[in-house]
């Protein structure tokens, strides 16, 4: 008996050690969010990931909302089914959102909060003392899908025809009193006659004639259609050339746009023309058929495929993105980088901020600068667009 009391013991002590375990679910994203977990707020801030950790094996209902309520909410279901879990937050169709895990499932958003609801069910002594060691009363209870019952419609009985009663012929008419019947529509009476009580004769009444006057058509009120609004007649802008400059800058113009209702100034700067011309017969000048040529880079070593997944490993692992950008100077300060590794480096940033950085200060250190302006399509905020072009200038 001691024997099965020790072994008991053991088994529920290894029981609870391995339900004691903790997991962690980690969530990314291209932009900021934050996930409500119970009671628990978790912000990504700038580097648009969540860790939560501590969780038990079961599972949970999180909230995933983004700032200044950009989205609307999103509510997931993730079971933990004795593992950590990885996931990329992304925009589906039709508004929704899903998470793609690292193995290719996706789970979609929850249409409704409200479409489970916990039910409890019956347990043993051994799960109620699991789920005060793990600290999770998930154990106790079932997630059931809420169902929307449907009444059957409501049927009104026919209205019930009249029965017509027929009196028989034959009878006495001394034994019965002498009544006046009722007239009514489409009921036939019988009448008895007391000639001799020879012969009995049954005569119908006339039927009631209702007459029903055809209603009188109803006509919908006129609808007058309000007059087409005339928009204002254009106006063309006049346009008044108010002075000119020349400065060691270029050469100025000033313009006045006058319009209906206000006047702008618009100011022209023209920079002074760069390279040698000479004139030539007819007062053509000539350029020399000159072609612009990118800058020249003094590269002695180019970064190799191995030198930039070094570098990527380390910038991968930087706590923010002022880390990230170190790492990079780092590299573009021993060896020349190409367009095409850059690109790689710069997909690493989660913003257009982080990798126009990037790009700014590695733009002296590219190996190949006629490709430099592809990098362009990587940025999508118009602000960071117009300073990449102007870098190129």
């Known amino acids: 008996m001691k024997k099965f009391v020790c072994l008991a013991l053991l088994v529920v002590s290894t029981t609870l050690v391995f339900a004691q375990r903790a997991y962690y679910v980690y969530l990314e994203s291209v932009q900021p969010f934050f996930v409500k977990l119970d009671d628990r707020t978790y912000s990504s801030?700038?580097?648009?990931?969540?860790i939560l950790p501590g969780l038990a094996d079961s599972t949970y209902l999180v909230r995933i909302g983004f700032p200044q309520n950009r989205f609307p909410d999103q509510v997931f279901r993730l079971e933990m089914k004795g593992n950590d879990h990885g996931y990329l937050l992304r925009a589906a169709e039709a508004g929704d959102w899903a998470l793609d895990e690292q193995g290719g499932t996706s789970l979609n958003a929850e249409k409704s909060v409200s479409a489970f609801r916990a039910e409890p069910r019956n347990v043993s002594r051994f799960t109620e003392i699991l789920a005060k060691a793990t600290n999770d009363p998930s154990l106790r209870?079932?997630?059931?899908?809420?169902?929307?019952?449907?009444?059957?419609?409501?049927?009104?009985?026919?209205?019930?025809?009249?029965?017509?009663?027929?009196?028989?012929?034959?009878?006495?008419?001394?034994?019965?009193?002498?009544?006046?019947?009722?007239?009514?529509?489409?009921?036939?009476?019988?009448?008895?006659?007391?000639?001799?009580?020879?012969?009995?004769?049954?005569?119908?009444?006339?039927?009631?004639?209702?007459?029903?006057?055809p209603a009188e058509p109803v006509f919908a009120p006129e609808h007058t259609v309000p007059p087409p609004v005339q928009p204002p007649a254009f106006r063309k802008s006049v346009i008044t050339r108010r002075g000119e400059s020349s400065t060691t800058l270029g050469f100025g113009v000033t313009f006045i746009d006058e319009y209906e209702g206000g006047r702008d100034t618009i100011r022209i700067l023209i920079p002074p023309a760069s390279g040698k011309y000479r004139l030539m017969d007819g007062g053509r000048v000539d350029?020399?058929?000159?072609?612009?040529?990118?800058?020249?880079?003094?590269?002695?070593?180019?970064?190799?495929?191995?030198?930039?997944?070094?570098?990527?490993?380390?910038?991968?692992?930087a706590p923010n993105e002022k880390a990230m950008l170190a790492e990079a100077a780092k590299l573009t300060r021993s060896y020349c980088i190409s367009t095409a590794g850059l690109r790689e480096l710069g997909r690493l940033f989660p913003g257009d901020g982080g990798r126009f950085k990037l790009f700014e200060q590695s733009y002296s250190q590219v190996s190949d600068p006629a490709a430099f302006h592809t990098l362009e399509q990587e940025l999508g905020d118009n602000y960071f667009i117009d300073r990449f072009r102007a870098l190129q200038r």
């Open 287 to 317: 350029t020399g058929n000159a072609v612009l040529a990118p800058v020249a880079v003094n590269c002695k070593n180019i970064a190799t495929e191995v030198e930039i997944r070094r570098a990527s490993k380390k910038m991968k692992a």
């Open 45 to 50: 801030g700038n580097n648009n990931y969540i």
């Open 141 to 213: 209870f079932n997630m059931v899908r809420i169902r929307k019952e449907t009444k059957p419609a409501e049927t009104k009985p026919l209205n019930p025809v009249p029965e017509t009663v027929v009196a028989a012929a034959g009878v006495d008419s001394a034994r019965l009193p002498a009544t006046k019947p009722e007239a009514a529509p489409d009921t036939v009476l019988a009448v008895v006659t007391d000639a001799g009580l020879k012969k009995d004769t049954i005569e119908k009444a006339p039927a009631m004639v209702t007459e029903i006057k």
